[in-house]
């Protein structure tokens, strides 16, 4: 699939942005700050209308908007057709206003696809991006939460369901933990942990099947990935490692009692630390070369390398499950990269459909992708060609 055409209006530091797009390779060259990562966080965003970096949505809205408002809109082609995607933002407590607020009854997000209102989550399954940040290039020595969001990320894309279990297996824990400190404290009694366990262990069952099988697909790639980049020295394998002792000869149900179970077991400890220690909250992945860990073990290159294989497995992985390319969007990735590696990611996205990639400059990119690239440049918050 591909962007066709993208329209931002008061989204972060773009007051008004018309922008034609098509198939092929787009670069967006600008200085720090003038707008590069906010092109690519309003793309992802038509995924699942939630932002890769916004901790709440009002931080997208302009702040200088004057009715408080963000709105994007996009057109996809996609196999099936073109789709309209428009995504409205409103920012209820304004910083710069205090005369202005939003009532509590008006909607915050509003989605329409193809100009009928929608919510939300119905945006999932329209359009797949495949985001590669600096911070994806510390897929293995960076914190388990990047690993456990590398996995999220796909599957909330491909699946509504996976991506609304995620939400309430999110709230369960938070009410969870209150709730094991306010037993620590003899506030409550533990018996009142009774009903989370059961819907903690009901969607940690969902979420660890389908992170399991994204893995066991990933598996089937990333092999000959590191292999090829590595001139064919090195054999990646990645393997989930759940909290909860899992067993891939149980079946869902049986998998359910052994949670439950393990639960029971770690109920003392998990009271008197007052946090939830099982579940997919605390799951990670490991990455092994020739067997050995790579969180350990690994040379800083080993590690790059090794998180540029699972990216590109990710986006092999999206496209065969939905029959259609992810848009891969990269932020000032290749500044990281040293050259060998930097070829070797380039020539994968050559053959990809649509790729924006955004660098502070260009002067480092091989004349063959100059020549093929559409190439524009960002100053505060207005794009032209280059
Ligand atoms: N809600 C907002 N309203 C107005 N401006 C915003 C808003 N949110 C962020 N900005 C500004 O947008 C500018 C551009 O940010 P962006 O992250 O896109 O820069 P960039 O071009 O990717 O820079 P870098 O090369 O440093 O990564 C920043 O100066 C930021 O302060
Ligand atoms: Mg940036």
């Given at each position: 699939m591909y962007l066709a055409h993208l329209a931002l209006h008061d989204f972060r530091n773009y007051k008004q942005l018309d922008l034609p797009l098509g198939p092929g390779l787009y670069l967006f060259c600008g200085e720090n700050a003038q707008g590069k990562t906010n092109l690519l966080e309003a793309v992802a965003m038509l995924a699942t209308s939630n932002s890769f970096h916004a901790a709440s949505d009002r931080e997208i809205v302009n702040w200088q908007a004057p009715d408080h408002i963000a709105r994007l809109v996009a057109s996809v082609e996609r196999h099936s057709g073109e789709v309209k995607i428009e995504i409205v933002i409103v920012?209820?407590?304004?910083?710069?206003?205090?005369?202005f607020s939003v009532p509590?009854?008006?909607?915050r997000k509003r989605v329409k696809i193809n100009n009928v209102p929608k919510k939300p989550?119905?945006?999932?399954?329209?359009v797949t991006v495949v985001l590669f940040a600096p911070t994806d290039l510390r897929l293995v020595d960076g914190p388990p939460e990047e690993r456990r969001r590398f996995l999220d990320r796909a599957l909330c894309q491909m699946q509504p369901r996976y991506c609304a279990v995620l939400g309430k297996y999110r709230k369960v824990i938070t009410q969870r933990s209150a709730l094991l400190k306010r037993i620590r404290e003899n506030?409550?009694?533990?018996?009142?942990l009774g009903y989370l366990d059961e819907k903690l262990t009901e969607w940690a069952n969902l979420i660890i099947f389908e992170r399991q099988r994204m893995v066991a697909s990933l598996n089937a790639q990333v092999d000959e990935l590191q292999a090829t980049i590595s001139g064919g020295r090195e054999h990646l394998q990645i393997v989930y490692r759940p909290s909860f002792t899992v067993n891939?000869?149980?079946n869902t149900i049986e998998a359910l009692e052994h949670y439950r179970e393990q639960l029971h077991e770690a109920r003392r400890k998990e009271i008197y630390q007052?946090?939830?220690?099982?579940g997919p909250h605390r799951d990670d992945l490991e990455f092994l070369v020739n067997g050995v860990n790579m969180l350990t073990y690994g040379s800083r290159g080993q590690q790059r390398t090794v998180a540029l294989s699972a990216k590109l497995a990710e986006l092999a992985y999206m496209h065969g499950v939905t029959g259609e390319e992810p848009i891969l969007l990269l932020d000032d990735v290749f500044s990281e990269l040293d050259s060998l590696r930097r070829e070797y990611l380039l020539r994968q996205i050559l053959q990809h459909e649509q790729v924006l990639i955004t660098a502070t400059d260009f002067t480092n990119f091989p004349q063959e992708i100059l020549g093929k690239a559409h190439r524009y440049q960002v100053v505060d918050g207005a794009i032209t060609e280059a």
């Open positions: 920012d209820p407590t304004p910083a710069n206003g205090a005369d509590e009854s008006r909607q989550m119905d945006l999932v399954g329209q506030q409550e009694d533990p018996r009142m891939p000869e149980w007052g946090v939830c220690l099982l």
